[in-house]
């Protein structure tokens, strides 16, 4: 019986012990779960709990914001002003948005039916003269604008010097000075420029001068430019415009149209000024005056005598108007044309003999 009540009483203990320990086994067990639940609840009921807060809120008049202006121990709320604003930098539009916008203006100002484009500006353009092409020759050197001075005619000295027989009405201003000088052999069409470095007139010979080129340092060259005529280009002429004064250049009258004095506005041409006949040429004195032949609209050539009292009016690069006397325009004739011929043909009869001795 002792022992049996041992065994009860051990039993009873270990029974209780059991249930202790199992007891705290299953809390310390089951403390996942029920953490993970309770998280789970927490979070549940803290989802729940804004819900109905936030329901609460919604339902609730004192959390209203427009309760609180209707109640008026509330203060308004006070709204914050950026007081950096006017210091900064950025423009109160975007710049794509300005664009846009002037864009759109554009674009309603074209569509509309009222707007008309504007009329194109104005150009009031100057008459411009042509000189006629038949008295346009491309190989002669006046087309691009060079003007004849005169030929070589010999050389002079052992040291390059030649002689000039000056033909033009300015020799001291063309060929005394130093500059660039076109020499033109007579198979050529265009004179090719040389320097030249020295020029003085021979007092015995009159209009003679003598010339010293560079790279013509001895006769034999001299030599080989005998003949040649020599030309000057118009941007050397700068003094002799200062020398000219009131008076005018031959090639400022060729192609001028010609008008009476009476039609001082220049609408109505009476003719063209082919050429001028120097005085010089016309006497070895030079007694006279300069004429101007002048081509009339009926085809007649008429000779004007370049004076003061004929010609009151110049205007380069215009006209010229002319006061005639009476019967002066009535003296015009008919101007024959020089036949240049350029090469000559054999005759019939030495064409004929050398076919027969070919036969």
């Not at 209707?70 to 950025?90: C, E, F, G, I, L």
């Not at 710049?95 to 707007?115: R, W, Y």
């Not at 042509?130 to 050197?141: E, H």
């Not at 609209?297 to 215009?318: A, D």
């Amino acid at each position: 019986m002792l022992i049996r009540c041992c065994l009860n009483r051990a039993f009873i203990r270990a029974a209780l012990i059991l249930i202790i320990l199992t007891a705290c086994n299953v809390s310390r067990i089951g403390g996942f779960v029920p953490r993970i639940s309770s998280r789970n609840l927490q979070y549940t009921v803290h989802k729940d709990e804004c819900m109905h807060l936030s329901v609460a809120s919604n339902n609730d008049p004192n959390n209203d914001p427009d309760s609180t202006n209707s109640d008026p121990s509330k203060k308004p709320r006070r709204v914050r002003k950026n007081k950096y604003a006017s210091k900064s930098q950025t423009p109160s539009i975007d710049p794509m948005e300005s664009l846009l916008a002037e864009s759109a203006l554009k674009n309603s100002l074209l569509n509309s039916p009222s707007s008309s484009p504007p009329p194109p500006p104005s150009i009031t353009k100057q008459p411009t003269h042509f000189p006629p092409p038949q008295t346009i020759n491309p190989s002669a050197p006046e087309t691009f604008g060079f003007t004849y001075l005169g030929y070589i005619t010999s050389p002079h000295s052992l040291h390059g010097y030649c002689k000039l027989k000056s033909e033009t009405s300015f020799p001291s201003s063309r060929l005394l000075s130093p500059g660039y000088l076109g020499l033109k052999p007579s198979n050529k069409k265009y004179p090719r420029e040389r320097l030249l470095v020295k020029g003085k007139r021979m007092t015995k010979e009159g209009d003679v001068y003598l010339l010293k080129f560079e790279g013509i340092d001895k006769r034999e060259d001299a030599e080989r430019i005998k003949g040649h005529e020599v030309w000057v280009r118009e941007e050397r002429d700068e003094e002799v415009k200062e020398e000219l004064g009131d008076g005018f250049m031959v090639k400022d009258l060729i192609n001028l149209n010609v008008y009476r004095v009476e039609d001082s506005n220049g609408e109505d041409s009476i003719g063209v000024v082919e050429s001028v006949a120097l005085a010089s040429d016309l006497h070895p004195q030079g007694l006279g005056s300069d004429l101007l032949d002048v081509k009339l609209n009926s085809g007649l050539n008429c000779y004007v005598p370049f004076v003061k009292e004929i010609v009151p009016r110049v205007k380069i690069k215009v006209g010229v108007w002319i006061e005639p006397p009476d019967g002066l325009l009535d003296l015009a004739v008919e101007k024959e044309e020089k036949v240049r011929i350029r090469g000559l043909l054999p005759g019939s009869s030495s064409v004929s003999s050398e076919n027969q001795l070919k036969i």
